[in-house]
T-cell receptor
Framework: GQQVMQIPQYQHVQEGEDFTTYCNSS?????IQWYKQRPGGHPVFLIQ?????EVKKQKRLTFQFGEAKKNSSLHITATQTTDVGTYFCLTSGTYKYIFGTGTRLKVLA | DTGVSQNPRHKITKRGQNVTFRCDPISEHNRLYWYRQTLGQGPEFLTYFQNEAQLEKSRLLSDRFSAERPKGSFSTLEIQRTEQGDSAMYLC???????????FGQGTRLTVV
């Protein structure tokens, strides 16, 4: 079945450093979404990408969808302690959302 | 409407007991999903409803698990004869047709002792 892998699994950064997580699929994706889950919380929608090569920005967050629509990345510039959490990429199939394996970000003050 | 609501938030039960969780989706959403998440892992898909019809069910869902959405609004997830391995966070999400964003509830944390 369809699998979506994310790397790295964990990332510890010093506050102010940049952070990037990558999402890779074995098949072409119709769309990709990114969610953030704070420790003890539930996944919260960040953004959706649909078009090949699409780039979207939200303040310090930059999201990119690969040209072949098989990979995506989330980049955070100048991390803050509020960025702590697990970032999941997600793709929507016909009857389900398929989660990536997640990248857990820890920001050290 | 304040979002997806799940009850209870926490449930502790003895092994072998039955438990039932409830999910109230966002009112205009016709799609409803159940996921299970264990500590340190990503959510695993369990089942999907479109209105009242259960259209997809994961192989992870043993015959001890059953879900319903009788009127296409709220949904229930029942686990019979609970086992310690059922301990997890059970998440419900809803979305509407054509809008791909899923809204997640805060989850029900089940602990089987």
């Amino acid at each position: 079945g369809q699998q979506v892998m994310q790397i790295p699994q964990y990332q510890h950064v010093q506050e102010g450093e940049d952070f990037t997580t990558y999402c890779n699929s074995s098949t072409t994706l119709s769309n990709i979404q990114w969610y953030k889950q704070r420790p003890g919380g539930h996944p919260v929608f960040l953004i959706q990408l649909v078009k090949s090569g699409e780039v979207k920005k939200q303040k310090r967050l930059t999201f990119q969808f690969g040209e072949a629509k098989k990979n995506s990345s989330l980049h955070i510039t100048a991390t803050q302690t509020t960025d702590v959490g697990t970032y999941f990429c997600l793709t929507s199939g016909t009857y389900k959302y398929i989660f990536g394996t997640g990248t857990r970000l820890k920001v050290l003050a | 409407d304040t979002g997806v609501s799940q009850n209870p938030r926490h449930k502790i039960t003895k092994r072998g007991q039955n438990v039932t969780f409830r999910c109230d989706p966002i009112s205009e959403h016709n799609r409803l999903y159940w996921y299970r998440q264990t500590l340190g892992q990503g959510p695993e898909f369990l089942t999907y409803f479109q209105n009242e019809a259960q259209l997809e069910k994961s192989r992870l869902l043993s015959d001890r698990f059953s879900a319903e959405r009788p009127k296409g609004s709220f949904s229930t997830l029942e686990i019979q004869r609970t086992e310690q391995g059922d301990s997890a966070m059970y998440l419900c999400a809803s979305s509407s047709t054509g809008v791909r964003e899923a809204f997640f509830g805060q989850g029900t944390r089940l602990t089987v002792v």
